[in-house]
Each structure stands twice: as C-alpha cells, then as structure tokens.
C-alpha cells in the first residue's frame, strides 16, 4: 500500500517537475519587440552580431497594432527589454504614458531632427521611414478598360466603385497614417468628405498595411492603398503591380526605438540602441527603406519609385499621436459598419 | 460519521483540482468582468463603459450580424447534417465509413483555412467567381458557407448519436401497424432523436457566435462581436472596451448553455435497458438518394480541402500557377516560421497529457467517489462552465489576470504554460462528459467490494477504472490534441515569441496578406491532425483488444 502512495507522489512530482519546465526564463540577452518585416529580421540580428557576438536577441515581432496593445497591456509588467523598430506615433503615446527610460544613445546628433524626441535625454529615436502609396495591378486595370489613377482624389472615381482596398485605420498603423495624412492634406473638413467619397469606392478595409498591396499584387483587387516598401517587394518578387505617388503628397510614418522603463538589461540595451543608429544600421535599413534617419546615407532602393522622397508631407506627428482616438472615433461613427449600403 | 483514509484523500484531489479549475477560469472571468467596469487608470466607473458601448451604433450593429450569422448557420448546418446523419444510421447505403471520415474532415483543420479556401473558390480571383453571380464573397455570404463547413462534423457527431438510439421495438410496432415511412420518420424517429438535434442546434450557435477566424478572414466590412473583440483589444489598445465587448458575447453562448442543459435533463428515459437497437432495412431507391446526397456533401467539404492543397502549391496565384513548395518556407513570413509549426505540436502533446490526467481524475471523482457530496456537485458545476465562455474571451480574461503584477503566478505569462493552461480550460467540458460517459458505464460494484476488501480507491482505479477506460482516455488525448493544434480564439491574446502557434499563424499570414503561405501552414495543421488520427486507429485497435477482450463475448 505505502508502494502505491509513493508512485502517486513520483507521478505527481514528475508531472509538477514537466509542468515547470514550460516555464522557461532568460538571462544575458535582450527581449526586443519589433514590427520590421519578418524577412528582415534574421538579417537585422545577424548585422548587429557581427560587432556584438555577446549580446542575444529574442525578437518579439508582429504587426504595430498588436505589439502596440502587448506594449501597453505590459506595461505594468514589462516583459521587453527595448522596442527595435515600430511606428514613431505608437512610442509617442507611449511615452506619455511614462513607459521609457530616457537615453540619448551615442550619435543622436547625426540624426535628422524629425527622426528624435525632442527632449534631452530622448525617449525615442527614429531609425527609417516608410511611406504610403498607391499599389495598382495592370493586368486587372487593363481588364477592366480602367485608366491609371495620378493622385488621391483620382480614387474616388465613380469607375472605380468597389475596386480599391485600403487598411482599416483602428488596426493597422498604415491606415492610421493614411487618415492622419489625409486631414493633415485636405484640412479637417476637406479630409473627411474625401473620406466619405473614397469610402463609396472601397471594396473592404483590411486589418493589416501590407495586405491592400499584397491583394493588388495578386490581383484580388485592382487597387490597393498601402505602403511603397511593401509594393517594391511585390513588384521584385514578379507581380504585375505599379507604384503610385499621388500627387497631392503622402503621409509617412517613422519605424522608432526606445528602451523599455524597468528593464533588467539597461547596459546591453544601451549598447543596442547606440548601434541601432550607427551608419552601419543605417545601411543596413537602407537594403529595404528607400528613408533612413541619418541624411545623406540613403541610396536609392530598387522598384521605389524615384518621386515618392519629394511627395513626403510635412508630417506633424504630435497631430497625429494627440488626435490618435479622436479620430479613429470618428473614422469608426463613419465608415466601420455594414449597415452603410455599399454602392 | 468517523472520516477514513480514502475520504480524506478524496478531498484532497477534489480540492486540488477545484482549485485549478477555480485559478484557471473563475478567477480569471473575475477579473475580465472587473475590468468592463473600470476606466483606464483602473477606477471602477460602474456601467460608463456599458452605456458608450451601447451608444455607438457600429458596436451594437454587431449583436445583430452576429446573431443573424449564427442562426442562418445553425438552420442550414442541423437541415444538412440531419440528412447526412440519417443516411448513416438508416440507409443501407455503400461507403458509410469513407463518408464519416470525410465528414469528420473539417474538425482537423483551423476554421479560419476554410475562410481562405473560399477566397480562392470564389474571390476576385477564384475557379468558380462566375458561380457567385456578381455576389461578393467577403460578407455574409462567405461566412455562412465557411462557419456551415466549420460546424458540420460537431452536429453529425451529436445527431448520428442521438438516431442511433431509436429503439427498434417502436420501428417494429409502426411497421405492424402499417404506417407510413414518412409517418414513422415523424412520430418515432424525429421525437427519439429531438433532443440530440436541439442540442446540436445549440452546439452550433455557439460555435458560431464565438468563432473569431472565419469572420476575420472572409467577413469584409461584416463586424461580429468576436470581430470587434479583436480590433478592440489589438487595434485600439482599448482593454476596457475589448472586456465590455467580451461580457455581451458571453451572453447569447451562456443562454444557449443553459437552454441545452434544461433540455438534457428531460432526455433520460429514451434509451432503457430493453430497448433494441434498430437495424435498418435496404430500400434500393431510398439507400441511392442517400448516396447521392452523401456524396455531395463529401464533394463540398473535399473540394474545399483540396482548393487549399492546390492553392499551397502554386507559386504566385493567379499569375505563376507552376507548382513548387516556396509557400511553405515560412521562416520568411510574418506568424514565427517553422518554430510556430513545432510549437504547436508541442502545445498539442502537452496539452493532451496534462488534460487528459486533470480532466479524468476529476471526473473521476465527480462519478465515483462516495463522500464529499457537495464538493462533488461543485467541481461538476464548474467542469460545465468552460462550455459557456468563448475562447476569446478566456484569453482576454488570462491576459487581465496572469499579467497583474501583484498575482504570485505571473512568472506564468508569456510562456507555454499558459497555452496549455488555456486550451485544456477552453476544452474542459467536452472532455469531461467524455470521461463521465464512460466511467457510468463501469459498475459502481468495483468500489463497493474493494471497499469491503479494505483496498484504497486508488489501488481500483489503478487497476481496474484506468484500464477499463482506456479508449475514452485516449479520446480525450486526441480531442485535446487536434483542438490545441487548431484554435486560434483561446491562444491569440496570450502567446509570445517563444511560443508563436501555427493556428495563430494562420491568422497572422492571411492578416498580412500572405494567404497562400497561410493556406500551406493550414494544411501542415491538418497533415499532422489526420496522421495523429490514423496512428490513434492503429494503435488502439493493437492495444485496446488486450485491455479490452472482456467487452467481447467470450464462447
């Protein structure tokens, strides 16, 4: 009978021993959280450890909606070490919310103004930018006899009447900065009724940036609102997609970094941060970003189109990041629901 | 009366599993309807939330969509798979076991994969857009067909069970009474089985109004509220809405539970020791309807599959149909690559052990122990209520919970622990009245005479229950496997980047565009499910004819 008990116990301690084993810790590497495309970031990784072999990254990666919404639903808590890369306007709400330990990391003056926070010690800093533009499928333009839009106020052609696609701008980043691009363009009221006009056109919102591009590329729809990066990888894998820079200017959004307040790694952190803007990373985000945020580095990226660096707005990003709720409220009241006949 | 040993053991277990189950679901769905009524900052705001919530016609729109996705499916699935359930049990039809395996096929796959077959079918793009006659796809349309292909094997399996209960003494009156077929399906054969249905019908609903994939992936600009869960929580950051959204969901999934649960209640006396099982009768042109529409279905359900393997397949749909495997090299998408993929199989195996011994020692003691009474009917209780919470819900739940930092199992969050956690809570219920089905069937007399022998519970249940039981356990294991393996509701609030999932996957890769690797790590989710499933059959069939040669008649 005690032989019984005692297998109970064996069994039991095994199970709690198995049990524990999921719990994994990890000391002497840096959690990094990041929204970089996935296919960059082997390479990203593999860079900083050619001059850094000690230090280990763990990429937390996924779209900035979602890594956004971890961020601050951690905050409390934080689990991350340092944010490599995510929209400049998610790290200013952030830093409102007293998320970050302040650092200006060694080089911050070579950087362009726009691409820092402005106070000293920075809370975060800019490393590229990506920029909104127009993804069209030729094939399906042709197909349909459509003639190719040159500006945003060519979308909102009665002809192209459920055949454009853009991102839903309370989850995808993209579609934020595409919003905040448009009222900052057309003026508040301007902006909205070319919203409500170019809503009559859209076919469906995604939840994602990249995936209007990545449609368009396939030919699910012949139009599709999106980002320049993503359109240029589209085009270099073969699709049969052209690039629009609108005419009236596109909105643009900067990819940032900051180190998380409480992190058990700060010196790591810092050394990170310190590389993240050397003129070796600037290069390396320059493989992909046709903007980087040191001047005078940036060499022309292939399938970008060469007019999209002077159609950039003066992007006032602390409109954007205030307004943030405001106008996703109001985007929402507007165009976020079936009941709207679509024509 | 003096308390022995065993009884004290009894406690103990029942204790410990109660607190599980305590720390795993009530405390969590505390803290989630905690937090719908707090603001930002964490002050309790009474109903505020509710009341702007309720004021914004875009959030509210959902209930209805919602509800009305739910229903339409849930009429179209029970007609469909009453029909395919009857064939079955009451035709003499050929090819009965390949059309229940093919029926059984979409319970191996990820909801959302037959969203994106769909898109491939009949999208801007798909073989058969003519088909959709200038109807978009991406609405309601598209998920009702892909929520009827969802839910289909859940109503066959409920309703197969409840016609094959008929009892054949009513069929045989009706036929010396010379009544009609149609007279005999009316007054005996819908009334044994109109309990399995309403269940079915019930099971159905809920499946729907909580499924978050399928709309997500084919809904276009059709909000639902597990939808709005998401874009919420993901989308806004905006917790304390994404928790008022959760508390409305819960709602029409908690009265459907407990409508079902009145309505079980009353089906006890259907199915008593004397009745016959009913034999059916061949009936040449009957047994070939029955064949044709069986085969139908089938068509529908493999073409979907099959669309999903083509599309995996071409290299840049629709412009480069060559055929090549670049779509499975996910270490270069968005959703973790490979890592998701072994991850999941390791959530997959943990989950089917660790639940498998939590689920059957509780229900264990719910059905055998013959002390602690009310502790029995409490952890029988709150077994039930998993049923009731969508898997989004319980993960939003684990987020407000696990990540407080004043909760001492903190150190929990982010790791594979929670997963299993989570998924073993999520599928609690199902696996419970599997256990408890087959542990009625063994004779309360192995208790009482080891009792009376003075033998410890545990020697019984060791020997005997355990043994006895045997093809229910493994039922369970694979129930709890192929489920970690596919949901994606319950895990996409919680995992990290050590334990992405394939399921999430999935969802992460159709969400950026990359629909066609999405479509090939689906069919890895469903390779390795029906591989799991072909081995259990071959396995069990080896093992359980030595555990189990007593059910077998001996000469």
């Not at chain 2, 009376?452 to 019984?460: A, E, G, I, M, N």
Request: charged residues 15%; proline residues 4%; neutral net charge.
């Amino acid at each position: 009978m005690g032989g019984n008990m005692k297998k109970i116990t064996t069994i039991m301690s095994i199970m709690a021993l198995l049990f524990l084993s999921l719990v994994n810790a990890n000391a002497g590497s840096l959690t990094v959280y990041t929204a970089i495309e996935a296919e960059d970031l082997k390479r990203y990784a593999a860079t900083f450890n050619e001059d850094h072999p000690d230090i280990e990254i763990n990429w937390v990666r996924d779209s900035t909606g979602i890594v956004t919404a971890k961020l601050l639903a951690e905050k409390n808590n934080p689990q991350a070490d340092i944010i490599w890369g995510l929209a400049g306007t998610s790290l200013m709400l952030m830093k409102s919310e007293g998320m970050f330990e302040p650092y200006s990391p060694k080089g911050i003056e070579k950087l362009d103004p726009k691409f820092r926070d402005g106070d000293e010690p920075a809370s975060w800093i800019g490393i590229d930018a990506w920029v909104a533009a127009v993804c069209v499928n030729t094939v399906e333009m042709a197909k349909h006899g459509f003639s190719m839009p040159s500006s945003w106020e060519d979308l909102t052609k009665p002809e192209y009447a459920g055949h454009v696609a853009m991102p839903n701008p309370n989850s995808s980043g993209t579609g934020f900065l595409d919003v905040s691009s448009w009222l900052q363009i057309f003026g508040e009221d301007g902006g909205w009724d070319f919203m409500d006009r170019l809503h009559k056109n859209i076919s469906h919102y995604t939840h994602s940036g990249s995936k209007p591009c990545k449609q368009a590329a396939a030919g699910e729809v012949p139009i599709g609102v999106s980002f320049a990066f993503r359109g240029a990888r589209s085009k270099a894998k073969g699709a049969p997609i052209e690039i629009i820079v609108p005419s009236e200017g596109v909105g643009w959004e900067m990819e940032a970094n900051a180190i998380i307040k409480g992190t058990d790694n700060l010196e790591d952190a810092k050394t990170l941060a310190d590389w993240t803007i050397s003129k070796k990373a600037m290069e390396m985000y320059n493989v992909a970003y046709a903007v980087v945020g040191m001047p005078g580095v940036a060499k022309p990226v292939e399938h970008f189109p060469p007019a999209l660096l002077g159609a950039m707005i003066k992007n006032d990003f602390e409109f954007a990041a205030t307004n943030r709720k405001a106008i996703l409220a109001e985007w929402q009241k507007r165009y976020d629901t079936k009941s709207e006949p679509k024509s | 009366m003096k308390k022995s040993r065993d009884d004290y053991l009894t406690i103990f277990f029942i204790s410990i599993i109660g607190i599980y189950i305590l720390i795993a679901l009530a405390f969590p769905m505390y803290a989630i309807l905690s937090k719908s009524v707090e603001n930002k900052d964490g002050v309790f705001i009474g109903f505020e939330n509710y009341q702007s919530y309720f004021s914004n016609p875009a959030l509210v729109y959902s209930i209805y969509n919602s509800l009305f996705i739910s229903i339409i499916t849930m009429v179209i699935t029970i007609s469909l798979a009453f029909v395919f359930a009857y064939a079955l049990t009451k035709s003499c039809m050929v090819g009965k076991g390949i059309f229940r395996s093919i029926a059984m096929i979409p319970i191996l796959v990820p909801s959302l994969l037959s969203g994106i077959s769909l898109i491939y079918l009949f999208g801007k793009q798909g073989i058969f857009r003519d088909l959709m006659m200038g109807y978009d796809i991406y609405g309601p349309i598209g998920i009702i067909i892909a929520e009827v292909f969802y839910t289909f094997p859940h109503a066959l399996l409920i309703i197969i069970t409840a016609l094959s209960i008929g009892d054949a003494r009513l069929y045989e009156a009706a036929k010396v009474l010379r009544s009609k077929s149609i007279r005999t399906f009316f007054t005996v054969t819908l009334p044994s089985a109109k309990y399995g249905v309403i269940s079915a019908a019930f099971v159905v609903f809920t499946l729907v109004i909580t499924d978050f994939g399928i709309p997500k992936v084919i809904g276009g600009q059709f909000n639902v509220l597990a939808v709005d869960v998401y874009k919420q929580v993901i989308g806004q950051q905006n917790f304390e809405m994404g928790a008022v959204v959760s508390v409305v969901l819960i709602f029409p999934a908690l009265l459907a539970f407990v409508v079902d649960r009145i309505v079980q209640r009353k089906q006890v006396a259907i199915l008593t020791s004397r009745s016959v099982v009913h034999e059916p009768n061949k009936n040449k042109k009957f047994d070939l309807i029955m064949l044709i529409y069986c085969s139908v279905i089938s068509v529908f359900i493999l073409t979907i599959i099959g669309m999903c393997l083509y599309a995996s397949l071409v290299t840049f749909w629709p412009y480069n149909l060559s055929l090549s495997l670049d779509n499975y090299q996910f270490d270069l998408m968005d959703g973790g690559g490979w890592d998701s993929y072994y991850n999941s199989i390791r959530l997959g195996c943990y989950t089917a052990f660790f639940g498998t011994i939590v689920v059957f020692t509780g229900a264990y003691f719910v059905e055998k122990s013959r002390s602690v009474k009310t502790g029995r009917s409490i952890l029988h209780l709150l077994s039930m209520m998993p049923m009731a919470i969508p898997g989004m819900v319980l993960g939003l739940a684990y987020i407000f919970f696990f990540n407080h930092p004043d909760n001492p199992l903190n150190f929990l969050y982010g790791t594979m622990a929670i997963l299993v956690i989570c998924t073993i809570t999520h599928f609690y219920t199902v696996s419970h009245l599997t256990a408890l089905t087959s542990l009625k069937q063994i004779d309360n007399e192995f208790e009482h005479v080891s009792s009376s022998l003075k033998q410890p519970f545990y020697k019984t249940f060791f020997r005997v229950t355990v043994p006895i039981s045997l093809p229910a356990i493994f039922e369970i294991g694979i129930y709890f496997f192929v489920n970690a393996m596919t949901t994606v509701s319950a895990v996409v609030f919680l995992y990290s980047s050590k334990t992405n999932l394939a399921s999430v996957a999935v969802l992460n890769m159709d969400d950026a565009g990359d629909i066609a690797p999405a479509a090939a790590m689906g069919m890895m989710i469903f390779y390795t499910n029906a591989a799991v499933r072909i081995v259990y059959v071959l396995v069990t069939k080896k093992i359980l004819v030595k555990f189990q040669k007593w059910r077998t008649k001996t000469v």
